[in-house]
């Protein structure tokens, strides 16, 4: 199959705020450096790493809500990095996002209905006697009642204020939606809810997700595969059920063991993550996990950036392999 979006090579960085804005030098923020992906129409891509990985960075950028400073996205076949305004529009018509915070993106004096119609009549310019009937359908979709429609953001319910969000995002009938921590800030029960609303959806509409965030337990029950961010970079992807189940990442594995529920049996143990989060200001040389890596070795502090070495579907950028036993005992 074809892929819906092809990350290559992408960067985004920016100047520290603060300093001297006219020093040629100024220190920067490399907040994504250097990732390459690919998302398949109608598959869920889960994005994970620690908060400061670069992971909503990456997801705008996509999206070009934040301007990149190297590597290309296409959509569709198309280039949409310093690509033509009518094919960032496209672009914009075919994706959407959700965030966090729902209230963040509604506006709290507007009703839902008319924050959906809003997007019907600019981005659909669906005909005004059609429009009612859409907010209501959508609502529908969501699991929202069609009386919801006149309800201020501020009369809902978390749960409901995301469906809200979502609903609002299927206005433009988006072949891509990027979904920001769309349910860390939501009750366990709610959260399996909207959870189950996204499988839905992606059923029913064919929708591809790049779904990002912490909680693994959930990215595992969602996605179709995963992506492991690690200081701008992903260090680790391929099928979800492989990542989890025999991850090669030593960061990977870390984040994969820390999982409440996890089945205890992994075929080898993992480390715990030790160490400082990181910091995209100073990102150490060579493997940029090295300063927390139980198995670094000399050639990974001084080294060049590990390559990425791919096994099938399967890609990982280590050194070592911890499948092979080569890794399985820490270096000191
Ligand atoms: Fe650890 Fe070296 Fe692999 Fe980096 S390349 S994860 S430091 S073993
Ligand atoms: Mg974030």
Redesign the pocket.
């Known amino acids: 199959p074809y892929p819906l979006l092809e990350v290559d090579d992408l960067k985004v960085s920016f100047p520290l705020s603060g300093g001297n804005p006219l020093r040629w030098n100024r220190p920067r923020v490399h907040a994504v450096n250097g990732v390459s992906l690919r998302i398949y129409p109608g598959e869920t891509l889960g994005l994970v790493g620690e908060s400061g990985s670069g992971k909503s960075t990456l997801g705008r950028a996509i999206l070009q809500l934040e301007k990149s400073s190297g590597g290309a996205v296409r959509f569709d076949g198309l280039q949409v990095t310093h690509g033509l305004t009518s094919d960032i529009q496209r672009l914009r018509r075919q994706t959407a996002m959700i965030f966090q915070d729902p209230l963040a993106s509604l506006n709290p004096r507007q009703t839902i209905g008319a924050a959906i119609a809003e997007v019907l009549r600019v981005h659909r310019k669906v005909p005004e006697t059609a429009v009612a009937a859409r907010v209501s359908e959508l609502l529908a979709l969501v699991g929202l009642a069609p009386e919801q429609a006149d309800s201020r953001p501020g009369a809902l319910s978390g749960g409901q204020c995301q469906r809200a969000g979502i609903a609002r995002a299927l206005a433009v009938e988006p072949r891509l939606m990027v979904a920001d921590e769309c349910v860390a800030a939501l009750d366990v029960s709610i959260q399996g809810q909207i959870i189950n609303l996204l499988m839905d959806l992606r059923e029913k509409m064919g929708l591809a997700i790049l779904f990002i965030a912490h909680d693994l337990a959930i990215v595992r029950r969602l996605c179709d595969r995963v992506a492991v961010m690690y200081l701008g970079r992903i260090?680790e992807e391929g099928p979800a059920e492989q990542v989890f189940s025999l991850p090669r990442?030593?960061?990977t594995a870390a984040l994969v063991a820390a999982i409440p529920d996890i089945d205890p049996d992994l075929p080898l143990p993992a480390e715990p993550l030790g160490g400082e989060p990181p910091s995209p200001i100073a990102i150490p040389a060579?493997?940029?996990?090295?300063p927390r890596?139980?198995?670094?070795?000399p050639?990974?502090?001084h080294?060049p950036t590990?390559e990425t070495r791919h096994f099938a579907d399967h890609a990982f950028?280590?050194?070592?392999d911890r499948n092979t036993g080569e890794?399985a005992v820490p270096?000191d």
Do not use: E, K, T
């Open positions: 260090v990442h030593p960061y060579g493997c940029a996990f090295h890596c139980p198995y670094a070795r050639s990974c502090r080294g590990p950028a280590c050194v070592l890794a270096f």
